[in-house]
């Protein structure tokens, strides 16, 4: 009788976890921030982001063919300078100057991330905004500001703590000069009074490559790297999860399932083992029940490049050791992952100081914030989670929601309240969650 062949080692070389970009020597591996491009739909952030790193990040099937971003997209770029240029034009993303042809020299390597913009994508959007550190506001010179995502998204990212934007006003190549002129007035009155009212606004178009060279300078000047802290624990946020294996793969070379996402502090080694929490839904003793998971890092990815460690800064991708129908169709988006017993409390029931805002946002129409109710049901998103709340308990600027999908995060962590008007999830405001 013929004996089963031996399992081979997984290989950790996978053919779909690999180097994807050209090897350069000179310039960084890791980069250093994650930038998130927002906006109303159709305003061209998916066409900056190609322009900016030669990526078209819209590659499911259905944003194919819709034309919108469904999904948080992820592309890095080398931003870079011409020693020899003193003009505005020496700031690129090309090797050779597009002025002299002269070499140019790396200045930083930067992730983007590329949110939806579509209104009933709010949650994806809400759930980028907390792996970013800084942001474009993508606003389109064709129509009149704000429209009602560009009013939604502004506030999102105040809820989230971004420090620092610099609005982006795109498509000035359909516009006349009056125009143009006339929707920056509208940019500059719509920003006013708000937390980003002195944000820097650049003038591009992002299909014809026009003024990039500004943004790029303007982007150097104006987000510093911040400063990251590599000792503490290790928390990374998941934006992403799937499986990169192909149909008809080599049972033998199949690899383990991948998370992308964001290191918020510490850092991570191939060979380390984490815990992903709240994990995976199970039933136990006719409970449903969530249990962690840990497993084995079998390699990192940050910049296109496979890596022995990563830290804090840009998007990174992890493959593990589990089985990939664990992770597949973003299944585990929303987990944290850190080392074993390090991870923050998970909560299935959350208490919450609320902030609620005077107006709902991304209408068009002027509503007041009704009070929350108890029994209330409410999207919650914190960190990269976006999950359904049930008001339990209510009293004057505090709420006990119970969670449909737990989530695992700090106290003191900043949560986006969206209701329910009409047909869509709306942001009404944020919480702040409470010591158990």
Not at 37 to 66: F, I, N, P, Q, Y
Request: charge should be positive; glycine fraction near 8%.
């Amino acid at each position: 009788m013929q004996k089963n062949p031996k399992p081979k080692k997984q290989d950790k070389k996978c053919p779909g976890f690999k180097d994807d970009s050209p090897e350069k020597k000179s310039e960084p591996v890791q980069p250093e921030i994650n930038i998130g491009l927002v906006g109303h739909v159709d305003h061209g952030k998916t066409t900056l982001v190609r322009a900016l790193s030669g990526s078209w990040t819209d590659t499911h099937s259905e944003e194919l063919k819709r034309g919108i971003t469904i999904r948080l997209g992820y592309a890095d770029t080398v931003f870079r300078k011409c020693p020899k240029c003193s003009t505005p034009g020496c700031f690129c993303v090309q090797d050779k100057c597009p002025s002299c042809s002269s070499n140019t020299k790396p200045l930083r390597k930067i992730s983007f991330v590329d949110a939806p913009g579509h209104e009933s994508l709010m949650a994806t959007m809400l759930s980028g905004a907390t792996i970013i550190d800084y942001a474009l506001l993508i606003i389109a010179a064709n129509e009149d500001c704000p429209q009602p995502q560009t009013r939604e998204h502004l506030m999102a990212l105040e809820i989230s703590g971004i420090s620092k934007i610099i609005i982006v006003q795109n498509k000035i190549d359909v516009v006349s000069d009056e125009r143009a002129l006339a929707n920056y007035r509208q940019i500059k009155d719509f920003m006013k009074g708000s937390f980003y009212e002195n944000s820097p606004i650049v003038p591009v178009s992002a299909q014809h490559g026009t003024n990039l060279d500004m943004l790029i300078k303007t982007i150097e000047e104006y987000f510093p790297t911040p400063e990251r802290d590599r000792k503490k624990d290790p928390i990374m946020y998941v934006a992403r999860s799937f499986d990169v294996n192909t149909p008809g793969s080599d049972p033998f070379k199949i690899c383990g399932g991948v998370f992308g996402g964001a290191l918020k502090q510490g850092t991570l080694s191939a060979d380390d083992e984490i815990e992903i929490k709240p994990g995976r839904k199970i039933e136990k003793a006719s409970r449903t029940v969530w249990e962690p998971i840990k497993t084995k890092i079998l390699s990192l990815k940050t910049g296109g490049k496979i890596v022995k460690e990563v830290y804090p800064g840009g998007s990174i991708g992890i493959m593990t050791a589990l089985d990939p129908a664990v992770v597949k169709s973003d299944s585990l988006t929303g987990s944290v992952v850190g080392k074993p017993g390090k991870l923050p409390p998970v909560w299935d029931s959350m208490p919450l100081e609320t902030k609620l805002l005077e107006r709902v946002l991304g209408l068009k129409e002027n509503i007041a914030v009704d009070a929350l109710k108890n029994g209330e049901i409410l999207m919650l998103n914190v960190n990269s989670a976006a999950t359904v709340g049930v008001i339990t308990e209510i009293k004057k600027d505090w709420i006990k929601c119970s969670l449909k999908i737990p989530v695992c995060a700090n106290p003191g962590s900043r949560v986006s309240v969206s209701r329910r008007v009409g047909t869509r999830w709306r942001l009404i405001g944020y919480g702040i969650i409470k010591e158990k």
